[in-house]
């Protein structure tokens, strides 16, 4: 086997030899390491051997050489990084500044009419109907909505009726809304459920809707005691709905 170096060598030259003595007995078989580099001189397999050899040699040389001088210590693992979310002005955690934008408006409940618009009038007039005579509540000169007539087999005299339109009643004032909304058709004004103020609203033929309420009246039928003679209203006609037909 190889001799190391002594300690006085590695403080000089810092090399060593080594030599392989085989079953042969080879002393040519040599390899020589040092600061220089190494040199070898024999076999193939020698070689081979001798190469093992110089590696541990080598290693324990480097570890003798080592013996005086420390180690970095390992100590504590690497540091440990954290990101930091607080709010640092200009800091890339800095949280996002609350914005302030314009309050919505509330949205109008279900079935308020926000933006609807009043019904136009057509037509807003005083009206006197007269035993035998009609009016066009259209005024169009069209057909007659209601008629002042003397129903059949009548006992009680003339009577407010519709003719091409149709007369209704309804709880409350009669306004477009609810002369729209109308449904108890056929109402008759007579002697018997005529008085001031008594409204009515009409459905007229071109598909408007009226209301009329009664300013007074004369019952001075000569032939129906207590009959109506003539009726005096206030009208307001509507215009149709935009779409309407």
């Given at each position: 086997?190889?001799?190391?170096?002594?300690?006085?060598?590695?403080?000089?030259?810092?090399s060593?030899?080594?030599?392989?003595?085989?079953?042969?007995?080879?002393?040519?078989?040599?390899?020589?390491?040092?600061?220089?580099?190494?040199?070898?001189?024999?076999?193939t397999?020698?070689?081979?051997?001798?190469?093992?050899?110089?590696?541990?040699?080598?290693?324990?040389?480097?570890?003798?050489?080592?013996?005086n001088?420390?180690?970095?210590?390992?100590?504590?693992?690497?540091?440990?990084?954290?990101?930091?979310?607080?709010?640092?002005?200009?800091?890339?955690?800095?949280?996002?500044?609350?914005?302030?934008?314009?309050?919505?408006?509330?949205?109008?409940?279900?079935?308020?009419?926000?933006?609807?618009?009043?019904?136009?009038?057509?037509?807003?007039?005083?009206?006197?109907?007269?035993?035998?005579?009609?009016?066009?509540?259209?005024?169009?000169?069209?057909?007659?909505?209601i008629?002042?007539?003397?129903?059949?087999?009548?006992?009680?005299?003339y009577?407010?009726?519709?003719?091409?339109?149709?007369?209704?009643?309804?709880?409350?004032?009669?306004?477009?809304?609810?002369?729209?909304?109308?449904?108890?058709?056929?109402?008759?004004?007579?002697?018997?459920?005529?008085?001031?103020?008594?409204?009515?609203?009409?459905?007229?033929?071109?598909?408007?809707?009226?209301?009329?309420?009664?300013?007074?009246?004369?019952?001075?039928?000569?032939?129906?005691?207590?009959?109506?003679?003539?009726?005096?209203m206030?009208?307001?006609?509507?215009?149709?709905?935009?779409?309407?037909?």
């Open positions: 086997m190889g001799k190391p170096s002594s300690q006085k060598d590695r403080g000089k030259g810092s060593f030899s080594l030599s392989y003595e085989g079953a042969a007995r080879e002393p040519s078989n040599h390899i020589k390491v040092g600061s220089g580099g190494f040199s070898f001189k024999g076999s397999m020698a070689l081979v051997a001798l190469a093992v050899l110089a590696l541990a040699g080598t290693g324990a040389y480097l570890a003798l050489s080592g013996q001088q420390g180690s970095p210590s390992t100590g504590s693992g690497a540091p440990s990084t954290s990101t930091s979310t607080s709010a640092t002005s200009g800091g890339t955690g800095a949280a996002a500044p609350a914005r302030s934008g314009t309050p919505t408006s509330a949205t109008p409940e279900v079935g308020q009419a926000a933006d609807a618009q009043p019904a136009a009038v057509r037509e807003h007039r005083k009206v006197v109907l007269r035993s035998g005579s009609n009016v066009d509540l259209d005024f169009t000169n069209g057909q007659p909505d008629i002042f007539s003397l129903p059949a087999n009548a006992d009680d005299g009577t407010i009726v519709g003719e091409n339109g149709d007369l209704a009643t309804v709880d409350g004032p009669a306004t477009a809304e609810s002369c729209a909304a109308a449904t108890a058709f056929g109402f008759a004004i007579d002697q018997k459920n005529i008085r001031r103020g008594l409204t009515a609203c009409v459905l007229t033929d071109e598909n408007r809707v009226a209301a009329l309420t009664v300013l007074g009246w004369q019952a001075d039928d000569p032939n129906y005691a207590g009959g109506l003679s003539s009726v005096t206030d009208v307001t006609t509507w215009e149709k709905p935009e779409g309407a037909a």
